[in-house]
């Protein structure tokens, strides 16, 4: 259900089904200042990570002068640089600059082993394919040509016009799909939140601001597996995978408030709409 004035009103309406969600529960949360990462980087950085059925999302934070080598993916994925300043660079030639990020900007990565510095102090946001392990395997060579110019796109939000028709600010990679939605300063209208649920997974990734996850379990028919409906205070950074049929929405608190939706593979419904801004470009 969404408010009139949500774009998304448009989209199908889904019937949520009652879901078998077992020992998974409605959704996972992982919340990086209390949890310990899963990768620690060589000279320090880290990054927290978590999975749906098609994508695999991760948050990482670096110092000034730390790193991030990223293999070579065999599918193209998209990073996020939510804060601070990076330079993109070849694996194994430094000097072969491919970027650097100085604002807030998405990167479509379509092929190639890369190096992320961090000039100052950055956060990243990754949607990856499910099974991709670039952030594991940094020594995985580039299959591309190294003169290639235009194996990574870079897309800064401050060139997206603001669209009031238009949800959010959606870039794919062809096979996963991510939202940027614009900071927010106030907190949530609570007479105009838009519980949905779709059928497949989503995982929502915090970035700035105290988060409610508001999730309901549908009923089906055996009580024994009815679930108390769950309001899930969240702090920031925190990953949350909601699981497929999950009845969901979110609050916000007051302040500045930032998040990410990362789906896999990409929404066809976003798509129909028009909304995905780099389309073009996968
Ligand atoms: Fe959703």
């Not at 880290?46 to 749906?52: A, D, E, H, V």
């Not at 401050?158 to 991510?178: C, H, K, L, N, W």
């Not at 916000?252 to 066809?268: E, K, L």
């Amino acid at each position: 259900m969404y408010p009139k004035d949500d774009p998304r009103s448009v989209l199908e309406k889904v019937a949520p089904t009652p879901s078998d969600v077992g020992a998974l529960g409605a959704a996972a949360t992982v919340e990086v200042d209390n949890q310990p990462p899963a990768i620690e980087h060589e000279g320090g950085a880290r990054t927290w990570t978590t999975s749906g059925d098609g994508f695999r999302a991760a948050y990482s934070r670096l110092n000034a002068g730390q790193k991030i080598r990223a293999g070579d993916s065999d599918e193209p994925y998209l990073l996020y640089v939510s804060s601070g300043e990076v330079a993109i660079e070849n694996e194994h030639q430094s000097e072969n600059l491919r970027a650097v990020v100085q604002e807030p900007s998405v990167l479509l990565v379509r092929e190639g082993a890369l190096t992320i510095r961090a000039e100052s102090a950055s956060a990243l946001v990754w949607a990856l394919p499910r099974d991709s392990n670039v952030l594991e395997n940094p020594l995985q060579l580039s299959r591309y040509d190294e003169t290639e110019s235009h194996s990574v796109a870079v897309y800064s939000l401050s060139d997206v016009e603001e669209d009031p028709s238009r949800f959010g600010r959606i870039f794919s990679s062809g096979a996963v799909m991510m939202n940027v939605l614009p900071m927010t300063y106030s907190e949530r209208d609570t007479t105009v939140l838009s519980p949905h649920s779709h059928n497949f997974a989503q995982c929502t990734v915090t970035i700035e601001g105290r988060f409610i996850h508001d999730l309901r379990v549908p009923w089906g028919a055996d009580m024994m597996q009815w679930v108390e409906d769950e309001h899930r205070k969240c702090n920031s950074p925190s990953l949350t995978v909601i699981h497929p049929g999950i009845i969901h929405t979110l609050r916000w608190g007051d302040g500045r408030s930032h998040f990410v939706d990362i789906f896999g593979p990409p929404r066809d419904d976003f798509i129909e709409q028009g909304w995905v801004l780099n389309l073009d470009d996968i």
